[in-house]
């Protein structure tokens, strides 16, 4: 009974869990950005600095709370610190992460029309808030698909377990609705 009334909470069949949040609107500082893909020299005997390549940091697995697990385990009662919507994840790639890219994967099974559209237009606020010439952060659309077997049947060829599926494209009529 407890279980099913925490998968009832967390699929938001009780109401509305959150809305998209809020994006801070300003960028990383362009001093900031542009310091992050110096090159260091580090004195290494045979290393060598390479201005054509650039290490880039990022995360293409990210939940907010539209994911159910990612919702159970925010809460107070399992030592969460509550919800975050898709506006959090865009503000902790940037400003806490110093992350490079990050991509919003939620569980595509549970996700609600709702919930991906302003998780599409999330993503969309996050990328506007940068300089195109020389980005502080992308990020990107995507969502994780989940293929599992039915149970008792271990064939391979029925499970597929966890993909996560990220898009280029941004722009609206380019996705998925």
Same mark, same amino acid.
């Given at each position: 009974?407890?279980?099913?009334?925490?998968?009832w909470?967390?699929?938001?069949?009780?109401?509305r869990l959150q809305s998209r949040g809020e994006i801070a609107t300003q960028p990383v500082p362009n001093a900031v950005v542009s310091q992050r893909g110096r090159i260091p020299d580090v004195?290494?005997?045979?290393?060598?600095?390479?201005?054509?390549?650039?290490i880039l940091f990022g995360d293409l697995?990210?939940?907010?709370?539209?994911?159910?697990d990612a919702f159970i385990f925010s809460l107070p009662l399992f030592q969460g610190e509550g919800a975050h919507p898709p506006a959090d $994840?865009?503000?902790? =790639?940037?400003?806490?992460s110093g992350l490079d890219f990050y991509s919003i994967n939620d569980h595509a099974e549970s996700i609600t029309t709702e919930q991906w559209s302003e998780t599409r237009e999330a993503i969309r606020e996050c990328n506007a808030v940068t300089d195109p010439e020389n980005p502080d952060l992308v990020a990107f659309l995507g969502w994780e698909w989940t293929q599992s077997? $039915?149970?008792?049947? =271990?064939?391979?060829?029925?499970?597929?377990?966890?993909k996560n599926v990220i898009l280029r494209d941004t722009a609206e009529g380019s996705v998925p609705r």
């Open positions: 009974l407890i279980s099913a009334a925490v998968t909470v967390a699929e938001g069949v009780g109401g004195g290494l005997p045979g290393a060598r600095a390479d201005a054509s390549s650039q697995h990210v939940h907010t709370t539209y994911s159910g $994840a865009c503000d902790f =790639a940037r400003f806490c077997a $039915a149970p008792g049947n =271990a064939s391979a060829r029925t499970h597929y377990g966890h």
